[in-house]
């Protein structure tokens, strides 16, 4: 069985379908959590101030933490993103796994277009370390880096899983996973984000890519249940009569 047809059986859809739905009802309570947190702390929590000046620190100290944190930027960045996404439904597409290619294009374009609706009814200000080390003038409230690293590194986790073989899938979907969470916290580490935005974040971004994967099980699901009602037998072929003498 290949690794694609491993992960469509019936009884694998079933399991993936309840882990989506616990993933979405998850991340769903949480962003709902932290943004009546942030409703009533738009200048940072206690605990967003205590972490961002950690980190901040560290950061602006160092050299290379700093060429590292900037890194992240740049591919937690819309252009970066968009050139991956697009290569990799393009491959997707060619090697005929359709349902994989638009599964894993709705994922990344609407884990920018989620935190881009979020930001506009939630006016938050940056923290007062924005632009020492990277400029942001927008609202701060999610962190759109860290929504669409997460809608899009999660979505090609589980294109790996999906397709890769066993010995290769968990750790290329590991570490895509945690490039995703990086990409959030070098958002805190340049001073362009608090805490709480990141983790509102990852919170719509996994909450997205759960619904978008929870309609591909359940049109795989349709499917492999219409495949199995089908008629077994071809049509009989008309039998010839002998003509009698």
């Known amino acids: 069985m290949t690794p694609t047809a491993a992960w469509t059986t019936r009884s694998a859809l079933a399991r993936e379908r309840r882990a989506l739905v616990m993933i979405l009802v998850v991340s769903a309570t ?9 409703a009533r702390a738009l200048a940072g929590t206690s605990a967003d101030k205590t972490i ?4 901040f620190g560290a950061t602006d100290g160092s050299s290379a933490l700093s060429a590292v944190a900037r890194l992240l930027d740049l591919l937690g960045g819309n252009l970066f993103s968009i050139a991956l996404i697009l290569a990799t439904t393009f491959v997707l597409a060619a090697r005929r796994h359709r349902y994989l290619a638009a599964y894993l294009f709705a994922s990344a374009l609407g884990g920018v277009l989620v935190s881009t609706f979020v930001k506009a009814f939630v006016d938050r200000p940056r923290p007062p370390t924005v632009g020492t080390l990277i400029a942001e003038s927008t609202s701060s409230f999610p962190s759109g880096h860290a929504t669409s690293s997460v809608a899009t590194f999660g979505a090609l986790a589980v294109v790996c899983l999906v397709v890769l073989r066993p010995g290769v899938r968990w750790w290329a979907a590991g570490a895509l996973i945690g490039l995703g969470l990086a990409i959030g916290v070098s958002r805190v580490a340049v001073g362009v984000h608090w805490p709480t935005d990141v983790l509102a974040g990852w919170a719509p971004g996994s909450a997205w890519t759960s619904a978008v994967a929870l309609i591909v099980v359940q049109v795989a699901m349709g499917r492999s249940r219409g495949s199995r009602e089908l008629p077994r037998s071809s049509p009989s072929t008309p039998t010839r009569h002998r003509r009698t003498s």
């Open 52 to 55: 961002a000046r950690w980190l």
């Open 30 to 38: 949480a962003f709902a959590t932290l943004a009546v947190i942030v």
